[in-house]
C-alpha cells in the first residue's frame, strides 16, 4: 500500500481543494508531506510518515519521493499559479522523462503549510482520490546560486585518468535549501538505468558553497557536509569542483 501512495503521489503533484479553500499568497517555499491519503475501490488508507520533499520556487516547481523499499521517483517542471489554480508544466520526471506534460493542481493554505486534494487518478484502469498534506521548512536565506540548473557536462580526475558519467541531472536551489536528482544508463547498451536524488541545506558565500544531504537514496551522502568551488560564467551558467581532500581526486560539473 505504502507503494501504491508512492505511485500515486508520483504520478503527478496536484490537487483539488476542499471547500473555498484559502489561496496561498505565493507557492514559493520548500515542503515536507506529512501524510498521504488514498482512496478507492477496497482501499482507504494512511500513509503517516511519507519521503517526499518539494521545492517551488517563483516559476518553477521540483519534487523527490522515496519508497521503504527505496524506489525513487522525482518530477521537475515550470508552474503558473492564479490564486488556488496551479498548472504544472513537466520538464523531466521518472515517469515521462522529458516528455511534456500539463497538471492542473488547486491548493489550499494551512497553519503549517498546504494540502491537496485528486479527486480522481487512475492507475493500471483503477480509480484513487489522493489526499496529500504538506508542511512548510524554515528558509534560511536567498544567494546567487538560487535558480533551477541542468548539468551540461562533467568529468572525474582520478590522478591522470579522467571518466564521465552520462545521463540527464538537474538541480535546484532555493532557500537555503537544494534538491538534485539525475537518470544515467549503467550498462553499455544504454537500456538499463539508475535514478537517484539528493536534498539538504547550503550556505553559499564568495565563491563556496557548502552542502549537506539529509535526504538521499545514496545512504553514504546523508549527513556529510560537501564543500563545492563555485566559478561563475555569467549569471546563467556554473561550474563546480569537488575535491577529495584524502585523495585529490576531483569532480567538476557545469550546469546552465
Known amino acids: 500500500m505504502k507503494k501504491l501512495l508512492l505511485s500515486l503521489s508520483a504520478f503527478v503533484v496536484l490537487a483539488t481543494a476542499c471547500q473555498q479553500p484559502k489561496a496561498p499568497e505565493s507557492q514559493a517555499g520548500v515542503y515536507?508531506?506529512?501524510?498521504?491519503?488514498?482512496?478507492?475501490?477496497?482501499?482507504?488508507?494512511?500513509y503517516a510518515n511519507p519521503h517526499q520533499l518539494k521545492?517551488?520556487?517563483?516559476?518553477?516547481?521540483?519534487?523527490?519521493?522515496?519508497?521503504?523499499?527505496?524506489?525513487?521517483?522525482?518530477?521537475?517542471?515550470?508552474?503558473?499559479?492564479?490564486?488556488?489554480?496551479?498548472?504544472?508544466?513537466?520538464?523531466?520526471?521518472?515517469?515521462?522523462?522529458?516528455?511534456?506534460?500539463?497538471?492542473?493542481?488547486t491548493v489550499a493554505k494551512t497553519d503549517k503549510g498546504y494540502t491537496q486534494n485528486i479527486p480522481e487518478i487512475v492507475v493500471n484502469g483503477s480509480k484513487y482520490a489522493l489526499t496529500e498534506t504538506y508542511a512548510a521548512v524554515a528558509a534560511t536565506g536567498t544567494s546567487d546560486l538560487d535558480g533551477v540548473w541542468k548539468q551540461t557536462a562533467n568529468y572525474t580526475m582520478k590522478g591522470k585518468d579522467s571518466s564521465s558519467t552520462p545521463g540527464v541531472q538537474f538541480k535546484i536551489y532555493h532557500a537555503g535549501h537544494f534538491i538534485?536528482?539525475?537518470r544515467y544508463p549503467t550498462d553499455a547498451t544504454n537500456t538499463v538505468f539508475k535514478k537517484g536524488f539528493g536534498s539538504g541545506t547550503f550556505t553559499y558565500a564568495n565563491g563556496v558553497a557548502?552542502?549537506?544531504?539529509?535526504?538521499?537514496?545514496?545512504?553514504?551522502?546523508?549527513?556529510?557536509?560537501?564543500?563545492?568551488?563555485?566559478?561563475?560564467?555569467?549569471?546563467d551558467e556554473f561550474t563546480q569542483t569537488i575535491t577529495d581532500e584524502k585523495t585529490g581526486n576531483y569532480t567538476v560539473e557545469t550546469y546552465k
Open 32 to 46: 515536507k508531506m506529512e501524510s498521504s491519503n488514498v482512496k478507492g475501490g477496497n482501499t482507504d488508507s494512511t
Open 55 to 105: 521545492i517551488y520556487n517563483a516559476s518553477h516547481y521540483f519534487y523527490v519521493a522515496m519508497s521503504d523499499d527505496s524506489t525513487v521517483s522525482f518530477g521537475l517542471g515550470s508552474y503558473k499559479q492564479e490564486g488556488t489554480n496551479i498548472t504544472e508544466t513537466n520538464i523531466y520526471n521518472t515517469g515521462d522523462l522529458d516528455t511534456a506534460a500539463t497538471f492542473k493542481l
Open 180 to 182: 538534485f536528482a539525475h
Open 210 to 235: 557548502e552542502e549537506t544531504n539529509d535526504f538521499s537514496n545514496y545512504p553514504s551522502v546523508i549527513g556529510i557536509k560537501y564543500t563545492l568551488k563555485i566559478v561563475f560564467n555569467g549569471k
